[in-house]
Nanobody, 123 residues
Framework: QVQLVESGGGPVTAGDSLRLSCAASGRTLNGYMMAWFRQAPGKERQFVARISWSGGSTKYADSVKGRFTISRDNAKNTVYLQMNSLKPEDTAVYYC????????????????WGQGTQVTVSS
C-alpha cells in the first residue's frame, strides 16, 4: 500500500512559480510510474505529467509543456512538479498518483492517489 501526500500549493499571481511535492509512505516508489493530474472546478480530471521510476522517461500535457517539469527523488520517496510561468488556467487541485510501470496518462490506470493540493493563479 502506498500513501501519497501532496504539498506546496497556494495562491499565486500569473507568471509566478510553484513547486509541488508528493511524499510517499508505506512503500518505496521504486518501480512505480508517478504522475500529476489536475482538476479544475466543473471540469474533468486532466493529465499533467508523468515520470518513469528511473526518471529517464517523462511525458507532459501540451498545455504545460515547456513550463512544468516533473522530477523524482527515489531516495526521498518524493516526486516534484516545478511549475513556472503560471497562468490563470492552471488553477486547479493538483493530485499526485502512482501506478505500475506500464501506465501512461489515463487516470484510471493509476492505483494510488493523494488528497490533492490547491493551486490558484490570479491574473
Amino acid at each position: 500500500q502506498v500513501q501519497l501526500v501532496e504539498s506546496g500549493g497556494g495562491p499565486v499571481t500569473a507568471g509566478d512559480s510553484l513547486r509541488l511535492s508528493c511524499a510517499a509512505s508505506g512503500r518505496t516508489l521504486n518501480g512505480y510510474m508517478m504522475a500529476w493530474f489536475r482538476q479544475a472546478p466543473g471540469k474533468e480530471r486532466q493529465f499533467v505529467a508523468r515520470i518513469s521510476w528511473s526518471g529517464g522517461s517523462t511525458k507532459y500535457a501540451d498545455s504545460v509543456k515547456g513550463r512544468f517539469t516533473i522530477s523524482r527523488d527515489n531516495a526521498k520517496n518524493t516526486v516534484y512538479l516545478q511549475m513556472n510561468s503560471l497562468k490563470p488556467e492552471d488553477t486547479a487541485v493538483y493530485y499526485c498518483a502512482a501506478g505500475s510501470i506500464t501506465v501512461d496518462e489515463l487516470g484510471a490506470e493509476y492505483g494510488y492517489w493523494g488528497q490533492g493540493t490547491q493551486v490558484t493563479v490570479s491574473s
